[in-house]
Nanobody, 123 residues
Framework: QVQLVESGGGLVQAGASLRLSCATSPRTFVPFTMAWFRQPPGKEQEFVAGIGRTGVSHYADSVKGRFTISRDNAGNAVNLQMNSLQPEDTAVYYC?????????????????WGQGTQVTVSS
């Protein structure tokens, strides 16, 4: 069974940085598209950033210029570098994947989800 294993997250102050990582299991699974979603407290899931096998990426307007998504050379891991974190970035962050082309902002497209990792930014 294919899984996504996340690491990173934690509690930081506003202005700090964090790096989230996510790897496929087994590592032989290399999906076309990987992305990050987040779910703030009391709110619905929202798209954060996505990246295809070729490195094409797409970001939510709220994180452009602050977050960077990247994939390793093998294509079976994705990272999210988050800089200048703000309290509104507080959420559970989920790594997601789908074995089809195209970065979409709807969570319904992604059928493989990680367990989620908490990011809390204090003011």
């Amino acid at each position: 069974q294919v899984q996504l294993v996340e690491s990173g997250g934690g509690l930081v102050q506003a202005g700090a940085s964090l790096r989230l990582s996510c790897a496929t299991s087994p590592r032989t699974f290399v999906p076309f598209t990987m992305a990050w979603f987040r779910q703030p407290p009391g709110k619905e899931q929202e798209f954060v950033a996505g990246i295809g096998r070729t490195g094409v990426s797409h970001y939510a307007d709220s994180v452009k210029g602050r977050f960077t998504i990247s994939r390793d050379n093998a294509g079976n891991a994705v990272n999210l570098q988050m800089n200048s974190l703000q309290p509104e970035d507080t959420a559970v962050y989920y790594c997601v994947a789908v074995d089809s082309v195209g970065i979409e902002v709807s969570p319904n497209k992604y059928h493989i989800w990680g367990q989620g990792t908490q990011v809390t930014v204090s003011s």
